[in-house]
């Protein structure tokens, strides 16, 4: 592999991963609004969502040192596909699971993306690993943080569905 195709498809995972975080900043937000009746997960998805401003703008760096920009298309497309996927899970009675559940998920697809990031950008010889191991970290302290509560979660939903019977 050349350095050009490296850096080519280097390009394309930093706008695919751009898009990614928009998406996850609209499912957060909608997420927010939702879960007054659990203050922990809230309070922890709106420390999330500032890192995840903060891993865009770390993007939108790594994109100029490569003369590139973010892709509109795809930004607005995982937007659109972020509060949709927010508002399946709202006409859910159970939507604090499974919001747990997909953003289980999902942080575990950043984790891999950053990953793969992280390796192209070395093969790219683009210097932006240490921006990408830091939104890398967040992404994995995220994942840790919902695995240690998927029960506490579990069993607030039990205990609120249980005084509404």
């Known amino acids: ?9 280097f390009v394309t995972g930093l706008r695919n991963a751009h898009a990614m975080e ?6 957060m937000e909608r997420q927010i609004e939702r879960t007054t009746d659990y203050p922990e997960v809230q309070a922890r998805l709106r420390q999330h ?24 298309l795809k930004d607005a497309t995982l937007s659109f596909m972020g509060n949709m ?25 950043e984790i891999a993306a950053y990953k793969s990031l992280i390796t192209l950008s070395e093969r790219a010889g683009v210097d932006a690993a240490a921006l990408l191991r830091q939104s ?8 840790a943080w919902i695995d240690a509560h998927v029960s506490n979660v579990t069993l607030a939903y039990l205990a609120r569905e249980s005084t509404a019977a």
Do not use: V
Not at 58 to 70: F, I, V, Y
Not at 136 to 143: N, T
């Open 1 to 9: 592999m050349t350095p050009q195709t490296a850096r080519d498809l």
């Open 22 to 27: 928009r998406q996850a900043e609209e499912l």
């Open 49 to 72: 969502l500032d890192e995840t401003r903060r891993q865009i703008d770390r993007l939108d760096r790594c994109l100029e040192a490569c003369d590139a920009s973010a892709s509109t």
């Open 85 to 109: 996927a927010a508002l399946g899970h709202a006409m859910a009675g159970d939507e604090i699971l499974k919001n747990t559940f997909a953003n289980n998920a999902f942080e575990h697809y």
């Open 136 to 143: 890398l970290k967040e992404e994995e302290d995220m994942a």
